[in-house]
Protein backbone atom coordinates (compact mmCIF):
# COMPACT_ATOMS: atom_id res chain seq x y z
CA UNK A 1 0.00 0.00 0.00
CA UNK A 2 1.83 3.37 -0.74
CA UNK A 3 -0.90 5.61 1.05
CA UNK A 4 0.08 6.39 4.37
CA UNK A 5 -3.43 5.65 6.26
CA UNK A 6 -3.24 7.98 9.24
CA UNK A 7 -2.32 11.02 7.02
CA UNK A 8 -5.30 9.89 4.60
CA UNK A 9 -7.75 9.74 7.26
CA UNK A 10 -7.32 13.42 8.71
CA UNK A 11 -8.25 14.41 5.11
CA UNK A 12 -12.03 13.40 6.24
CA UNK A 13 -12.22 15.73 8.95
CA UNK A 14 -15.82 13.77 9.93
CA UNK A 15 -14.32 10.64 10.77
CA UNK A 16 -12.37 12.01 13.96
CA UNK A 17 -15.40 12.63 16.23
CA UNK A 18 -16.94 10.59 18.68
CA UNK A 19 -20.56 8.84 18.29
CA UNK A 20 -22.17 7.71 21.42
CA UNK A 21 -18.69 8.91 23.46
CA UNK A 22 -16.76 6.09 21.11
CA UNK A 23 -14.76 6.98 18.23
CA UNK A 24 -16.96 6.82 15.30
CA UNK A 25 -16.24 4.28 12.80
CA UNK A 26 -17.99 4.51 9.41
CA UNK A 27 -19.16 1.88 7.49
CA UNK A 28 -21.91 2.61 5.63
CA UNK A 29 -19.75 3.71 2.53
CA UNK A 30 -22.21 2.26 -0.13
CA UNK A 31 -24.86 4.32 1.32
CA UNK A 32 -22.44 7.72 0.71
CA UNK A 33 -18.64 8.15 1.70
CA UNK A 34 -17.02 11.07 3.51
CA UNK A 35 -15.19 13.81 2.04
CA UNK A 36 -12.13 14.91 1.59
CA UNK A 37 -10.57 18.00 2.45
CA UNK A 38 -10.27 18.58 -1.59
CA UNK A 39 -13.94 18.57 -1.98
CA UNK A 40 -15.19 20.89 1.08
CA UNK A 41 -12.35 23.39 -0.03
CA UNK A 42 -13.33 23.33 -3.75
CA UNK A 43 -17.15 23.76 -2.53
CA UNK A 44 -16.22 26.80 -0.22
CA UNK A 45 -13.76 28.43 -2.91
CA UNK A 46 -16.75 27.85 -5.63
CA UNK A 47 -19.04 29.42 -3.63
CA UNK A 48 -16.65 32.70 -2.24
CA UNK A 49 -14.80 33.19 -5.26
CA UNK A 50 -16.72 32.13 -8.52
CA UNK A 51 -19.98 31.52 -7.93
CA UNK A 52 -21.88 32.58 -10.96
CA UNK A 53 -24.54 31.08 -13.84
CA UNK A 54 -22.89 30.09 -16.62
CA UNK A 55 -23.68 29.99 -20.50
CA UNK A 56 -25.79 33.32 -19.99
CA UNK A 57 -23.23 36.26 -19.24
CA UNK A 58 -20.94 38.11 -20.75
CA UNK A 59 -19.63 39.17 -17.73
CA UNK A 60 -16.12 37.47 -16.29
CA UNK A 61 -17.69 35.82 -13.59
CA UNK A 62 -19.81 33.92 -15.54
CA UNK A 63 -16.95 33.10 -18.22
CA UNK A 64 -14.63 31.73 -15.25
CA UNK A 65 -17.76 29.74 -13.93
CA UNK A 66 -18.47 27.96 -17.78
CA UNK A 67 -15.44 27.25 -18.35
CA UNK A 68 -14.99 25.83 -14.63
CA UNK A 69 -18.09 23.69 -15.35
CA UNK A 70 -17.11 22.88 -19.02
CA UNK A 71 -13.35 21.59 -17.75
CA UNK A 72 -14.79 19.96 -15.02
CA UNK A 73 -17.05 17.54 -17.85
CA UNK A 74 -13.56 17.18 -19.77
CA UNK A 75 -12.09 15.51 -16.44
CA UNK A 76 -15.10 13.27 -16.24
CA UNK A 77 -14.83 12.08 -19.53
CA UNK A 78 -10.75 11.39 -19.05
CA UNK A 79 -12.60 9.94 -15.90
CA UNK A 80 -14.74 7.85 -17.65
CA UNK A 81 -12.68 7.54 -20.67
CA UNK A 82 -15.44 8.41 -23.22
CA UNK A 83 -14.53 9.43 -26.52
CA UNK A 84 -15.96 13.00 -26.36
CA UNK A 85 -16.99 15.16 -23.52
CA UNK A 86 -20.96 15.99 -25.15
CA UNK A 87 -21.57 12.12 -24.08
CA UNK A 88 -21.14 13.19 -20.39
CA UNK A 89 -24.20 14.44 -18.76
CA UNK A 90 -24.27 15.85 -15.39
CA UNK A 91 -27.45 14.98 -12.88
CA UNK A 92 -28.97 15.01 -9.33
CA UNK A 93 -27.33 11.19 -9.17
CA UNK A 94 -27.65 8.12 -10.57
CA UNK A 95 -31.11 7.54 -9.64
CA UNK A 96 -32.31 10.82 -11.95
CA UNK A 97 -29.35 9.16 -14.77
CA UNK A 98 -31.54 5.92 -14.79
CA UNK A 99 -34.68 7.71 -15.17
CA UNK A 100 -33.23 9.88 -18.11
CA UNK A 101 -32.89 7.20 -20.22
CA UNK A 102 -35.70 5.12 -18.91
CA UNK A 103 -37.97 8.22 -20.08
CA UNK A 104 -36.19 9.49 -22.92
CA UNK A 105 -35.08 6.46 -24.61
CA UNK A 106 -38.13 4.22 -24.07
CA UNK A 107 -40.34 7.35 -25.78
CA UNK A 108 -38.20 6.87 -28.94
CA UNK A 109 -37.56 3.15 -28.84
CA UNK A 110 -39.93 1.20 -27.30
CA UNK A 111 -43.25 -0.12 -28.07
CA UNK A 112 -46.10 -2.17 -27.18
CA UNK A 113 -44.52 -5.76 -26.52
CA UNK A 114 -41.49 -4.63 -26.33
CA UNK A 115 -39.28 -6.50 -23.40
CA UNK A 116 -37.04 -4.13 -21.43
CA UNK A 117 -34.63 -6.20 -19.28
CA UNK A 118 -33.12 -6.15 -15.51
CA UNK A 119 -31.93 -8.26 -13.07
CA UNK A 120 -32.56 -9.90 -9.96
CA UNK A 121 -30.45 -7.87 -7.91
CA UNK A 122 -30.93 -4.05 -8.90
CA UNK A 123 -31.28 -1.26 -6.88
CA UNK A 124 -35.03 0.37 -6.61
CA UNK A 125 -33.48 3.02 -9.10
CA UNK A 126 -33.14 0.42 -11.42
CA UNK A 127 -35.97 -0.87 -11.49
CA UNK A 128 -38.94 2.05 -10.96
CA UNK A 129 -37.89 3.78 -13.70
CA UNK A 130 -37.89 0.60 -16.15
CA UNK A 131 -41.31 -0.28 -14.22
CA UNK A 132 -42.90 3.13 -15.45
CA UNK A 133 -41.79 3.01 -18.73
CA UNK A 134 -42.88 -0.04 -19.41
CA UNK A 135 -46.12 1.30 -18.33
CA UNK A 136 -46.18 3.88 -20.05
CA UNK A 137 -45.11 2.19 -23.68
CA UNK A 138 -47.24 -1.07 -22.98
CA UNK A 139 -43.99 -2.88 -22.82
CA UNK A 140 -42.75 -5.90 -20.74
CA UNK A 141 -40.28 -6.14 -17.50
CA UNK A 142 -38.20 -9.01 -17.83
CA UNK A 143 -35.59 -10.18 -15.08
CA UNK A 144 -32.47 -12.37 -15.10
CA UNK A 145 -32.46 -14.64 -12.12
CA UNK A 146 -29.49 -15.00 -9.36
CA UNK A 147 -28.44 -18.20 -7.46
CA UNK A 148 -27.96 -18.44 -4.27
CA UNK A 149 -24.78 -16.86 -3.87
CA UNK A 150 -26.14 -13.76 -5.57
CA UNK A 151 -24.91 -14.29 -9.43
CA UNK A 152 -26.64 -13.86 -12.30
CA UNK A 153 -27.70 -16.75 -14.11
CA UNK A 154 -25.46 -15.82 -17.76
CA UNK A 155 -27.36 -19.43 -19.34
CA UNK A 156 -31.18 -17.43 -18.57
CA UNK A 157 -29.77 -14.11 -19.33
CA UNK A 158 -28.55 -15.51 -22.75
CA UNK A 159 -32.10 -16.94 -23.04
CA UNK A 160 -33.73 -13.73 -22.40
CA UNK A 161 -32.43 -11.92 -24.57
CA UNK A 162 -35.14 -11.96 -27.38
CA UNK A 163 -35.85 -10.00 -30.44
CA UNK A 164 -38.45 -8.55 -28.42
CA UNK A 165 -35.75 -6.92 -25.83
CA UNK A 166 -35.12 -3.00 -26.71
CA UNK A 167 -32.35 -2.34 -23.52
CA UNK A 168 -30.95 -3.99 -20.98
CA UNK A 169 -30.23 -2.41 -17.58
CA UNK A 170 -28.34 -4.31 -15.24
CA UNK A 171 -26.19 -2.98 -11.75
CA UNK A 172 -22.16 -2.93 -12.11
CA UNK A 173 -22.01 -4.00 -8.71
CA UNK A 174 -24.55 -5.04 -6.42
CA UNK A 175 -25.41 -2.64 -3.38
CA UNK A 176 -26.83 -5.01 -1.18
CA UNK A 177 -24.56 -8.07 -1.99
CA UNK A 178 -21.37 -6.87 -3.52
CA UNK A 179 -21.37 -8.97 -6.53
CA UNK A 180 -19.46 -8.02 -9.01
CA UNK A 181 -21.51 -8.65 -12.39
CA UNK A 182 -19.39 -10.13 -15.68
CA UNK A 183 -21.15 -6.49 -17.51
CA UNK A 184 -18.29 -7.07 -20.16
CA UNK A 185 -20.02 -10.44 -21.01
CA UNK A 186 -23.47 -9.23 -20.31
CA UNK A 187 -22.71 -6.54 -23.24
CA UNK A 188 -21.35 -8.15 -25.87
CA UNK A 189 -24.38 -10.39 -25.72
CA UNK A 190 -26.52 -8.18 -26.00
CA UNK A 191 -24.69 -6.27 -28.38
CA UNK A 192 -24.88 -9.75 -30.53
CA UNK A 193 -28.47 -8.71 -30.94
CA UNK A 194 -28.13 -5.60 -31.58
CA UNK A 195 -29.52 -4.48 -27.64
CA UNK A 196 -28.17 -1.71 -25.99
CA UNK A 197 -27.07 -2.03 -22.54
CA UNK A 198 -27.32 0.76 -19.33
CA UNK A 199 -24.74 -0.14 -16.36
CA UNK A 200 -25.42 1.29 -13.36
CA UNK A 201 -22.30 2.12 -11.49
CA UNK A 202 -23.31 3.59 -8.22
CA UNK A 203 -21.09 0.72 -6.92
CA UNK A 204 -18.66 -0.26 -8.78
CA UNK A 205 -17.35 3.71 -9.73
CA UNK A 206 -15.76 4.03 -5.78
CA UNK A 207 -14.01 1.03 -6.25
CA UNK A 208 -12.57 0.17 -9.67
CA UNK A 209 -11.03 2.01 -12.75
CA UNK A 210 -14.24 2.07 -15.34
CA UNK A 211 -13.27 2.41 -19.31
CA UNK A 212 -16.44 3.06 -20.76
CA UNK A 213 -15.23 2.15 -24.06
CA UNK A 214 -13.11 -0.42 -23.35
CA UNK A 215 -16.98 -1.79 -21.95
CA UNK A 216 -18.69 -0.53 -24.71
CA UNK A 217 -21.42 0.14 -22.45
CA UNK A 218 -24.23 2.34 -24.25
CA UNK A 219 -24.87 4.03 -21.05
CA UNK A 220 -23.32 4.38 -17.53
CA UNK A 221 -24.35 6.19 -14.14
CA UNK A 222 -23.01 6.86 -11.26
CA UNK A 223 -23.53 9.55 -8.36
CA UNK A 224 -20.60 11.69 -6.80
CA UNK A 225 -21.60 11.15 -3.40
CA UNK A 226 -20.77 7.70 -3.21
CA UNK A 227 -16.99 8.63 -5.12
CA UNK A 228 -15.93 11.58 -1.53
CA UNK A 229 -18.12 14.03 -4.10
CA UNK A 230 -20.58 16.04 -2.82
CA UNK A 231 -24.69 14.67 -2.85
CA UNK A 232 -26.98 15.84 -5.77
CA UNK A 233 -24.19 15.65 -8.35
CA UNK A 234 -24.08 12.40 -10.83
CA UNK A 235 -23.09 11.71 -14.31
CA UNK A 236 -24.76 9.72 -17.37
CA UNK A 237 -22.50 8.85 -19.60
CA UNK A 238 -24.43 8.04 -23.42
CA UNK A 239 -22.88 6.95 -26.41
CA UNK A 240 -23.37 10.14 -29.18
CA UNK A 241 -25.63 7.79 -31.42
CA UNK A 242 -28.19 7.38 -28.80
CA UNK A 243 -28.06 10.31 -27.02
CA UNK A 244 -28.45 12.02 -30.79
CA UNK A 245 -31.65 10.48 -30.73
CA UNK A 246 -33.13 10.51 -28.15
CA UNK A 247 -35.46 13.48 -26.92
CA UNK A 248 -35.29 15.72 -24.47
CA UNK A 249 -36.10 15.19 -20.81
CA UNK A 250 -37.09 18.07 -19.45
CA UNK A 251 -37.82 21.45 -21.18
CA UNK A 252 -36.31 24.67 -19.56
CA UNK A 253 -33.58 27.21 -19.86
CA UNK A 254 -29.99 25.65 -21.50
CA UNK A 255 -31.70 22.82 -23.50
CA UNK A 256 -33.01 24.78 -26.15
CA UNK A 257 -31.52 26.48 -29.54
CA UNK A 258 -34.86 29.03 -29.96
CA UNK A 259 -38.12 29.55 -28.64
CA UNK A 260 -40.86 30.53 -30.08
CA UNK A 261 -44.12 29.75 -29.50
CA UNK A 262 -45.16 28.00 -32.85
CA UNK A 263 -42.12 25.87 -31.53
CA UNK A 264 -38.88 25.55 -29.74
CA UNK A 265 -35.48 23.79 -31.86
CA UNK A 266 -33.32 22.05 -29.06
CA UNK A 267 -29.85 22.37 -28.19
CA UNK A 268 -27.25 20.20 -29.12
CA UNK A 269 -25.56 17.43 -26.94
CA UNK A 270 -24.65 17.92 -23.86
CA UNK A 271 -26.80 20.85 -23.40
CA UNK A 272 -30.00 19.13 -24.42
CA UNK A 273 -30.18 16.74 -21.30
CA UNK A 274 -29.36 19.57 -19.33
CA UNK A 275 -32.32 21.54 -18.53
CA UNK A 276 -32.08 24.71 -16.63
CA UNK A 277 -29.66 26.06 -14.25
CA UNK A 278 -26.84 23.03 -13.25
CA UNK A 279 -25.40 22.29 -10.00
CA UNK A 280 -22.23 24.05 -11.05
CA UNK A 281 -20.55 24.15 -7.46
CA UNK A 282 -21.65 20.05 -6.78
CA UNK A 283 -20.16 19.41 -10.15
CA UNK A 284 -17.25 20.84 -8.96
CA UNK A 285 -16.85 19.52 -5.90
CA UNK A 286 -17.37 16.51 -7.70
CA UNK A 287 -14.37 16.67 -10.29
CA UNK A 288 -12.18 17.57 -7.01
CA UNK A 289 -13.39 13.89 -6.02
CA UNK A 290 -12.22 12.55 -9.50
CA UNK A 291 -9.10 14.53 -8.75
CA UNK A 292 -8.54 12.97 -5.39
CA UNK A 293 -9.81 9.39 -6.14
CA UNK A 294 -7.02 9.60 -9.72
CA UNK A 295 -4.51 10.38 -7.27
CA UNK A 296 -4.78 7.48 -4.78
CA UNK A 297 -5.19 5.68 -7.80
CA UNK A 298 -7.52 2.85 -8.25
CA UNK A 299 -5.51 -0.22 -8.05
CA UNK A 300 -3.99 0.56 -5.04
CA UNK A 301 -7.59 1.64 -3.37
CA UNK A 302 -9.12 -1.84 -4.85
CA UNK A 303 -6.07 -3.65 -3.49
CA UNK A 304 -6.40 -1.78 0.06
CA UNK A 305 -10.12 -2.39 0.17
CA UNK A 306 -9.80 -6.22 -0.85
CA UNK A 307 -7.63 -6.73 1.66
CA UNK A 308 -9.89 -5.20 4.13
CA UNK A 309 -13.10 -7.02 3.07
CA UNK A 310 -11.28 -10.34 3.06
CA UNK A 311 -9.80 -9.40 6.67
CA UNK A 312 -13.59 -8.47 7.60
CA UNK A 313 -14.36 -12.14 6.58
CA UNK A 314 -12.04 -13.87 8.18
CA UNK A 315 -13.10 -11.98 11.01
CA UNK A 316 -16.80 -12.17 10.86
CA UNK A 317 -16.56 -15.80 9.81
CA UNK A 318 -15.72 -17.10 13.40
CA UNK A 319 -19.20 -15.60 14.79
CA UNK A 320 -21.59 -18.09 16.27
CA UNK A 321 -25.41 -18.24 13.75
CA UNK A 322 -24.06 -16.11 11.35
CA UNK A 323 -25.46 -16.03 7.69
CA UNK A 324 -23.62 -14.08 4.79
CA UNK A 325 -26.06 -12.90 2.35
CA UNK A 326 -23.94 -12.71 -1.14
CA UNK A 327 -21.18 -14.58 -1.12
CA UNK A 328 -20.50 -14.24 -5.01
CA UNK A 329 -17.21 -15.37 -6.18
CA UNK A 330 -16.37 -11.65 -7.79
CA UNK A 331 -17.15 -9.47 -5.27
CA UNK A 332 -16.11 -5.65 -3.87
CA UNK A 333 -15.99 -3.55 -0.52
CA UNK A 334 -19.78 -4.64 0.70
CA UNK A 335 -19.95 -7.79 3.60
CA UNK A 336 -23.86 -8.56 4.18
CA UNK A 337 -25.11 -11.15 6.55
CA UNK A 338 -27.38 -11.74 9.34
CA UNK A 339 -27.41 -13.49 12.44
CA UNK A 340 -30.69 -16.42 12.00
CA UNK A 341 -31.65 -15.53 15.33
CA UNK A 342 -31.51 -12.01 15.59
CA UNK A 343 -33.14 -9.02 13.53
CA UNK A 344 -30.98 -6.71 11.62
CA UNK A 345 -32.52 -3.66 13.63
CA UNK A 346 -31.81 -5.30 16.28
CA UNK A 347 -28.29 -5.18 15.36
CA UNK A 348 -27.87 -2.28 13.89
CA UNK A 349 -29.02 -0.70 16.94
CA UNK A 350 -26.63 -1.48 19.57
CA UNK A 351 -23.58 -1.28 17.08
CA UNK A 352 -24.95 2.81 16.98
CA UNK A 353 -25.11 2.43 20.44
CA UNK A 354 -21.02 1.56 20.19
CA UNK A 355 -20.06 4.36 17.86
CA UNK A 356 -20.38 2.35 14.95
CA UNK A 357 -22.33 3.08 11.65
CA UNK A 358 -23.47 -0.03 9.29
CA UNK A 359 -27.01 -0.32 7.25
CA UNK A 360 -29.61 -2.22 8.06
CA UNK A 361 -32.71 -3.43 6.51
CA UNK A 362 -33.92 -3.74 2.80
CA UNK A 363 -30.95 -1.86 1.08
CA UNK A 364 -33.50 -0.22 -1.45
CA UNK A 365 -33.41 -3.77 -2.86
CA UNK A 366 -36.37 -5.51 -1.83
CA UNK A 367 -36.89 -7.88 -4.23
CA UNK A 368 -33.28 -9.53 -3.70
CA UNK A 369 -34.06 -9.77 -0.01
CA UNK A 370 -37.53 -11.05 -0.86
CA UNK A 371 -35.18 -13.75 -2.97
CA UNK A 372 -32.86 -14.48 0.07
CA UNK A 373 -36.27 -14.79 2.29
CA UNK A 374 -34.78 -12.28 4.70
CA UNK A 375 -36.29 -9.13 5.85
CA UNK A 376 -33.10 -7.22 5.58
CA UNK A 377 -29.40 -7.43 6.07
CA UNK A 378 -26.51 -6.24 8.16
CA UNK A 379 -24.25 -4.54 5.67
CA UNK A 380 -20.75 -3.07 6.35
CA UNK A 381 -19.20 -1.35 3.58
CA UNK A 382 -15.53 -0.50 3.16
CA UNK A 383 -13.99 2.76 2.09
CA UNK A 384 -10.37 3.56 1.48
CA UNK A 385 -10.42 5.17 4.65
CA UNK A 386 -11.54 1.70 6.67
CA UNK A 387 -8.76 0.37 8.57
CA UNK A 388 -8.65 -3.56 10.06
CA UNK A 389 -8.76 -2.11 13.86
CA UNK A 390 -12.13 -0.48 12.85
CA UNK A 391 -12.55 -4.42 11.84
CA UNK A 392 -11.60 -5.65 14.93
CA UNK A 393 -13.89 -2.75 16.57
CA UNK A 394 -16.80 -3.81 14.83
CA UNK A 395 -16.18 -8.15 15.86
CA UNK A 396 -16.05 -7.06 18.81
CA UNK A 397 -19.75 -5.01 19.18
CA UNK A 398 -20.75 -8.31 17.19
CA UNK A 399 -19.78 -10.29 20.23
CA UNK A 400 -21.59 -7.85 22.59
CA UNK A 401 -24.98 -8.11 20.24
CA UNK A 402 -24.41 -11.49 20.65
CA UNK A 403 -24.18 -12.05 24.09
CA UNK A 404 -27.63 -9.25 24.69
CA UNK A 405 -30.00 -11.37 22.02
CA UNK A 406 -28.24 -14.71 21.69
CA UNK B 1 -52.79 3.01 38.03
CA UNK B 2 -53.53 5.25 35.87
CA UNK B 3 -51.14 6.26 33.29
CA UNK B 4 -49.14 8.63 34.58
CA UNK B 5 -48.59 6.20 37.93
CA UNK B 6 -47.46 3.96 35.30
CA UNK B 7 -45.12 6.06 33.63
CA UNK B 8 -43.56 7.07 36.56
CA UNK B 9 -43.11 3.63 37.50
CA UNK B 10 -41.39 2.75 34.33
CA UNK B 11 -39.27 6.18 35.11
CA UNK B 12 -37.83 4.68 38.61
CA UNK B 13 -37.00 1.18 37.25
CA UNK B 14 -35.21 2.68 34.93
CA UNK B 15 -32.78 5.13 37.56
CA UNK B 16 -31.56 1.82 38.31
CA UNK B 17 -29.40 1.88 35.31
CA UNK B 18 -26.35 3.11 34.96
CA UNK B 19 -25.14 2.43 31.66
CA UNK B 20 -27.31 1.50 28.50
CA UNK B 21 -26.22 -2.07 28.29
CA UNK B 22 -28.17 -2.51 31.09
CA UNK B 23 -30.86 -0.40 29.95
CA UNK B 24 -31.11 -2.29 26.94
CA UNK B 25 -30.62 -5.34 28.49
CA UNK B 26 -33.84 -4.48 30.35
CA UNK B 27 -35.99 -3.47 26.84
CA UNK B 28 -35.05 -6.67 25.56
CA UNK B 29 -35.70 -8.85 28.25
CA UNK B 30 -39.15 -7.02 28.45
CA UNK B 31 -39.33 -7.46 25.01
CA UNK B 32 -39.36 -11.97 25.28
CA UNK B 33 -41.97 -11.25 27.59
CA UNK B 34 -44.65 -9.54 26.11
CA UNK B 35 -47.22 -11.30 25.22
CA UNK B 36 -47.49 -12.95 22.22
CA UNK B 37 -50.15 -12.32 20.19
CA UNK B 38 -52.39 -14.68 18.81
CA UNK B 39 -51.06 -15.55 14.99
CA UNK B 40 -54.92 -14.45 14.01
CA UNK B 41 -53.89 -11.55 14.57
CA UNK B 42 -50.61 -11.57 12.94
CA UNK B 43 -51.77 -10.51 9.58
CA UNK B 44 -51.82 -7.43 7.14
CA UNK B 45 -54.67 -6.22 9.00
CA UNK B 46 -53.01 -5.70 11.81
CA UNK B 47 -49.46 -4.66 10.81
CA UNK B 48 -47.84 -1.68 11.12
CA UNK B 49 -44.97 -1.35 8.29
CA UNK B 50 -41.86 0.21 9.28
CA UNK B 51 -38.98 -0.01 6.74
CA UNK B 52 -36.24 -1.29 9.73
CA UNK B 53 -38.95 -3.36 12.01
CA UNK B 54 -42.49 -4.29 12.22
CA UNK B 55 -45.50 -4.11 14.79
CA UNK B 56 -48.76 -6.04 14.45
CA UNK B 57 -51.46 -4.22 16.53
CA UNK B 58 -54.72 -5.22 18.43
CA UNK B 59 -57.37 -3.94 20.46
CA UNK B 60 -60.36 -4.63 22.11
CA UNK B 61 -62.50 -2.63 24.45
CA UNK B 62 -63.26 -4.62 28.13
CA UNK B 63 -65.26 -3.20 30.88
CA UNK B 64 -64.90 0.53 29.54
CA UNK B 65 -60.53 0.23 29.05
CA UNK B 66 -59.08 -0.41 25.80
CA UNK B 67 -56.90 -3.68 26.01
CA UNK B 68 -54.16 -3.47 23.33
CA UNK B 69 -52.06 -6.59 22.60
CA UNK B 70 -49.09 -6.05 19.97
CA UNK B 71 -45.58 -7.51 18.83
CA UNK B 72 -42.83 -6.55 16.71
CA UNK B 73 -40.35 -8.40 14.78
CA UNK B 74 -36.97 -7.12 16.23
CA UNK B 75 -36.42 -7.45 19.92
CA UNK B 76 -35.77 -3.98 20.76
CA UNK B 77 -38.96 -2.65 18.93
CA UNK B 78 -40.80 -5.09 20.89
CA UNK B 79 -39.22 -4.26 24.33
CA UNK B 80 -40.41 -0.83 23.68
CA UNK B 81 -44.04 -2.32 22.19
CA UNK B 82 -43.91 -3.63 26.09
CA UNK B 83 -43.57 -0.64 28.02
CA UNK B 84 -45.82 1.11 25.62
CA UNK B 85 -48.52 -1.46 26.47
CA UNK B 86 -47.75 -1.69 30.28
CA UNK B 87 -48.87 1.95 29.97
CA UNK B 88 -51.61 2.60 27.82
CA UNK B 89 -53.59 -0.88 28.03
CA UNK B 90 -56.20 -1.23 30.17
CA UNK B 91 -56.64 2.79 30.65
CA UNK B 92 -60.10 4.92 29.73
CA UNK B 93 -59.96 5.58 25.99
CA UNK B 94 -60.11 9.60 27.09
CA UNK B 95 -56.88 8.79 29.27
CA UNK B 96 -55.21 7.00 25.98
CA UNK B 97 -55.94 10.10 23.96
CA UNK B 98 -54.60 12.67 26.05
CA UNK B 99 -51.27 10.47 26.99
CA UNK B 100 -48.42 12.26 25.97
CA UNK B 101 -46.06 9.77 26.93
CA UNK B 102 -43.20 11.54 28.11
CA UNK B 103 -41.76 8.65 30.02
CA UNK B 104 -40.30 7.75 26.49
CA UNK B 105 -38.05 10.63 26.64
CA UNK B 106 -37.49 10.74 30.48
CA UNK B 107 -36.38 6.66 30.29
CA UNK B 108 -33.54 7.96 26.95
CA UNK B 109 -35.38 6.35 24.66
CA UNK B 110 -36.59 9.37 22.74
CA UNK B 111 -34.56 8.63 19.68
CA UNK B 112 -36.28 5.34 18.88
CA UNK B 113 -39.71 7.05 18.39
CA UNK B 114 -38.17 9.12 15.29
CA UNK B 115 -40.08 8.89 12.11
CA UNK B 116 -36.34 8.57 10.66
CA UNK B 117 -35.69 5.29 12.41
CA UNK B 118 -38.70 4.03 10.28
CA UNK B 119 -39.65 1.17 12.97
CA UNK B 120 -42.90 1.44 12.90
CA UNK B 121 -43.68 2.32 16.57
CA UNK B 122 -44.55 6.17 15.60
CA UNK B 123 -47.06 4.52 13.61
CA UNK B 124 -47.87 2.41 16.35
CA UNK B 125 -48.71 5.33 19.03
CA UNK B 126 -50.77 6.70 16.46
CA UNK B 127 -52.91 3.87 15.73
CA UNK B 128 -53.25 3.12 19.61
CA UNK B 129 -54.90 6.30 19.62
CA UNK B 130 -57.14 6.25 16.73
CA UNK B 131 -58.28 3.11 18.38
CA UNK B 132 -58.91 5.11 21.33
CA UNK B 133 -60.68 7.45 19.67
CA UNK B 134 -62.79 4.94 17.43
CA UNK B 135 -64.05 2.63 21.06
CA UNK B 136 -65.06 6.43 22.89
CA UNK B 137 -67.21 7.03 19.81
CA UNK B 138 -68.70 3.96 19.96
CA UNK B 139 -69.13 3.93 23.71
CA UNK B 140 -71.06 7.96 23.42
CA UNK B 141 -73.09 6.20 20.74
CA UNK B 142 -74.42 3.92 22.39
C1 LIG C 1 -26.59 0.23 -7.11
C2 LIG C 1 -27.22 1.56 -6.85
N1 LIG C 1 -27.92 2.15 -7.81
C3 LIG C 1 -28.49 3.35 -7.64
C4 LIG C 1 -28.40 4.03 -6.45
C5 LIG C 1 -29.08 5.35 -6.30
O1 LIG C 1 -28.16 6.37 -6.16
P1 LIG C 1 -28.64 7.85 -5.81
O2 LIG C 1 -29.56 7.74 -4.65
O3 LIG C 1 -27.36 8.56 -5.48
O4 LIG C 1 -29.31 8.39 -7.03
C6 LIG C 1 -27.69 3.45 -5.41
C7 LIG C 1 -27.58 4.15 -4.11
O5 LIG C 1 -27.87 3.65 -3.06
C8 LIG C 1 -27.08 2.19 -5.61
O6 LIG C 1 -26.39 1.61 -4.63
Known sequence: ?406 | MNIKEKEQEIISEFEMFDDWMDKYNYIIETGKSVPVIDSQYKQDQFLIKGCQSQVWLQASMEDGRVVFKADSDALITRGIVGLLIRVLSNQPPQDIVDADLAFIDAIGLKEHLSPTRSNGLVNMIKQMKLYALAFKAKQQGT
Open chain 1, 1 to 406: MSFNIEQLRREFPLLGQEVNGKPLVYFDNAATTQKPKAVVERLMEYYYKENSNIHRGAHYLSQQATEAYENARETTRLYLNAAFSHEIIFSRGTTEAINLVASSFSKKFVNPGDEILISAMEHHSNIVPWQMACQERGAILKVIPMNERGELLMEEYEKLLSNNTRIVAVTHVSNALGTINPIEEIIALAHQKGIPVLIDGAQAVPHMKVDVQALDCDFYCFSGHKLYGPMGVGVLYGKEEWLQQMPPYQGGGEMIKEVRFSGTTYNELPFKFEAGTPNVGDVLGLEAALRFVSYLRHDEISAYENQLMQYGMEQLQTLENIRFIGTAEKKTSVISFIFNDIHPYDTGIILDKLGIAVRTGHHCAQPTMDFFEVPGTVRVSFAVYNTRQEIDILVEGLKKVRTLFG
